[in-house]
């Protein structure tokens, strides 16, 4: 694996500083090897070590190349730190020992024949396929309990949905008994002095009605007493009263008149 150089100048001046390279060249575009840095140089993989898979090797912000460097050498403090690289190290360096090749150039030509020893070869490559099993079989346990999540996820939505169904529902019907139970109190009180008539016409915003005997006659005898303070009930103060011409109506159909009836 190979790092690229940090945008920190600070830490980058080290980093160039360890290359020991001299002359022009532009770090932008060169790379350093993760042999070159120790364990404790890497951010922490909990999930990979919970998991037993392989972490992602991940530098901190501050780390710096300190093994195997060019014109220096490992100091014995910083053998344990990187104790794992350098076995990897000679574990590859002894498999590429047995690999031997030979060049030779015959009329501008070159022949490379390689050689390698079959059974390390082999144990290297059945790690590998180990390795990958075991990812694979990890992916597929993380994709299952992934569907387990997005199932019970989407259960307890359904349920939370169906909980504020009822939740307005029962909302509802406790504003409409509120309404009731208000309307009611307030027909109650309005019926010591009004109609069911003229009660309907209040709560109902309406203009008219329709108009019992009941209503008329006393509507009628209000009016024998003083058309003035008829009219002023009727139309200055808005108390639901039938019109002149419907009691007028009424008295013509009925041919009775209070003989005490008197106009103003």
Known sequence: MYHRFPKNKSVRDIWLQKCGRGGKWNWESCFICSVHFRNDDYVRDLQAELLGIARRKLLNENAVPSLFLPNEHVKEEDKSDGEEE?????????????????????????????????????????????????????????????KNLRQELENKNSLLMQYEKGIAKLKKEQEKEIKRSVEAEVKRILAQCFTESQINILLNNKKSSHWTDEDISRAFILYCYSKRAYEYLRNNLNIPLPSISSLQRWESSTNKQPQDCTQD
């Open 86 to 146: 350098r076995l990897r190290k000679k574990y590859v360096q002894e498999i590429l020992s047995n690999t031997h090749t030979t060049a030779a150039s015959k009329d501008n030509e070159v022949i490379v024949t390689e050689t390698k020893t079959g059974n390390q070869a082999t144990t290297y490559l059945e790690l590998i396929r180990l390795q990958s099993n075991n990812m694979e079989k990890m992916r597929e346990k993380l994709e299952l309990e992934n």
